[in-house]
């Protein structure tokens, strides 16, 4: 499962109503692809549709899907949101990755 903070939930819904998606019915599509300095990058996008496959969640009133081969990469990841000094932007907190890179989107396991 992927859990979502209540500050990253505010600014999911704020993003999907800017980009013409309805957070009620559309999904947070979470992936993992190759790449990043660490070997591994995190995939973030608004999606309308399920896959076939695709591992479905719902945390804190954000709907989430993964697909099957990202899944086993991101259990148990909280998704937060930093407005911070350090630069604004989606942060995942995963306790599977053994080292991430200094901007955190890029890790290893």
Avoid: H
């Amino acid at each position: 499962m992927i859990k979502v903070s209540e500050q990253a939930k505010k600014k999911v819904v704020e993003l999907m109503g800017d980009d013409g998606y309805n957070p009620d019915t559309d999904y947070i599509r979470v992936g993992v692809k190759s790449g990043g300095c660490s070997g591994l990058s995190y995939d973030l996008k608004f999606d309308k549709e399920q896959i076939e496959g695709d591992k479905v969640f719902e945390d804190n009133g954000v709907k989430i899907i993964v697909d099957k081969k990202s899944f086993l990469y991101l259990i148990g990841t909280t998704l937060e949101y930093s407005g911070g000094l350090n630069g604004t932007g989606f942060v995942f907190n995963n306790p599977n990755a053994n080292r991430t890179c200094g901007c955190g989107e890029s890790f290893s396991l």
